[in-house]
């Protein structure tokens, strides 16, 4: 075992794998700036070490993978004006992208609590596990944000109209949901992963891509579909509409109890997050790739850092918990393309760009 530092973010070789390990289980490994730039030194490593086979994301303690990202901080910077959003999200969403064409394996243990950032790291992976104790959410709208780390381009991939639910509602996923929502790949139930890992760190050297999941297949539940894809039907029905207020109008005229439910839980989310974010959500369908869903998401999160409904939606979230946000502008009906607009606008020399 070749053990590099044991601080926030643990990065060494075990057997054939490269193991990442989040290391903050007191806060549910949200991920910070200096996290992020450690993961970029550990693929750097693994992917030049010729015995390192699969590289393997996992997180330490029992509640969870990720809870996201250091929010409070991002709070912190917005209130003063300062520029760990557009440093932060720059790293995090160049990041994103390499993990999905990372050209070893990248096996990512979704167990517990996945959210946000956390999500950016593990479902654009070649191979993703989730457990019998997976909750999975993108719940970025009651933050006054929207779905981001390529959360537009997975949620846009999801069948039917499953991903504009999730990404409007912010609604919790277990991990057949997760699967069926097209975020992961497997279910592995929770007791069954040790003997999982184990077999992982044993691979050959070259082990392709086909190798692993014919692996992670021999451990499977089989599991593909959780209680929403029962509600599809539904769900597409509802959320098929371009504009927030048509789609409040057809769960306000369908009455049923999944529908009134549907738009309480709305009722709690920032207007104008709920506007963008369906706007992102539909542009990224004709998306041709991750990266440009990605650059999309960077200057609309530029924006969000400068707003107030993020810095009211974390403080009634996070900071003073009171989980009673002032968003402005209060309804739905009074987002207006003028408000809408600075989000999809580019930003010039601060454009996101990949090498």
């Given at each position: 075992m070749?053990?590099?530092?044991e ?27 200096e996290?992020f730039?450690d993961?970029?030194t ?8 010729p015995?390192v ?10 509640r969870?993978?990720?809870a996201?990202?250091d ?21 995090e969403?160049?990041?994103n ?10 096996v990512a ?6 959210m946000?950032g956390?999500?950016g ?16 959410a993108?719940p970025?709208?009651?933050l006054?944000?929207f779905p ?5 381009y997975?949620?846009s ?9 999730f ?6 996923m277990?991990?057949p ?23 992982l760190t ?5 082990a392709?891509?086909a ?11 089989g ?5 929403i894809?029962?509600?599809e039907?539904?769900?597409?029905a509802?959320f098929?509409f371009?504009?927030m207020?048509d789609?409040v ?25 709920m506007?963008?974010t369906?706007?992102?959500l ?10 440009e869903?990605l650059v999309?998401?960077?200057?609309a999160a530029?924006e ?7 810095r009211e939606?974390?403080?009634?979230a996070?900071?003073d ?17 003028a408000?809408?607009?600075p ?8 454009e996101?760009?990949?090498n």
């Amino acid at each position: 075992m070749n053990a590099v530092e044991e601080g926030d973010l643990i990065a060494r070789v075990e057997g054939a794998a490269g193991v990442i390990r989040l290391n903050r289980p007191k806060a549910i490994n949200a991920v910070t700036l200096e996290m992020f730039r450690d993961i970029e030194t550990a693929l750097d490593r693994f992917e030049a070490d010729p015995n390192v086979a699969v590289i393997l994301l996992e997180g330490a303690g029992e509640r969870g993978l990720c809870a996201g990202g250091d929010i409070r901080a991002l709070w912190e910077s917005s209130k003063v004006n300062g520029d760990l959003g557009k440093v932060l999200w720059r790293e995090e969403y160049i990041l994103n992208a390499r993990i999905k064409k990372f050209p070893k394996p990248y096996v990512a243990f979704m167990d517990g609590i996945v959210m946000g950032g956390g999500v950016g790291l593990s479902a654009h992976a070649s191979h993703r596990i989730v457990t019998d104790r997976t909750k999975l959410a993108m719940p970025e709208v009651g933050l006054g944000f929207f779905p981001d780390v390529g959360g537009t381009y997975l949620l846009s991939r999801s069948p039917g109209e499953i991903g504009t639910f999730f990404g409007l509602t912010g609604q919790t996923m277990n991990g057949p949901d997760a699967i069926h929502a097209k975020f992961a790949d497997w279910v592995v139930s929770s007791a069954g992963w040790p003997a999982l890992r184990a077999a992982l760190t044993k691979l050959r050297q070259g082990a392709s891509a086909a190798d692993v999941g014919a692996l992670i297949e021999g451990f499977a539940t089989g599991e593909t579909a959780g209680p929403i894809a029962a509600k599809e039907p539904a769900i597409d029905a509802l959320f098929s509409f371009d504009r927030m207020e048509d789609i409040v109008a057809a769960l306000t005229r369908d009455g049923s109890e999944f529908a009134l439910a549907t738009l309480k839980t709305l009722s709690e989310k920032s207007p104008r997050g709920m506007v963008v974010t369906l706007k992102l959500l539909r542009l990224a369908r004709k998306a041709a790739s991750l990266e440009e869903c990605l650059v999309r998401e960077y200057r609309a999160a530029l924006e969000v850092f400068r707003s107030d409904d993020f810095r009211e939606g974390v403080r009634a979230a996070v900071i003073d918990k009171d989980r009673n946000p002032s968003w402005s502008p209060p309804r739905i009906e009074d987002v207006t393309p003028a408000m809408v607009a600075p989000y999809f606008a580019e930003i010039g020399a601060d454009e996101l760009k990949f090498n």
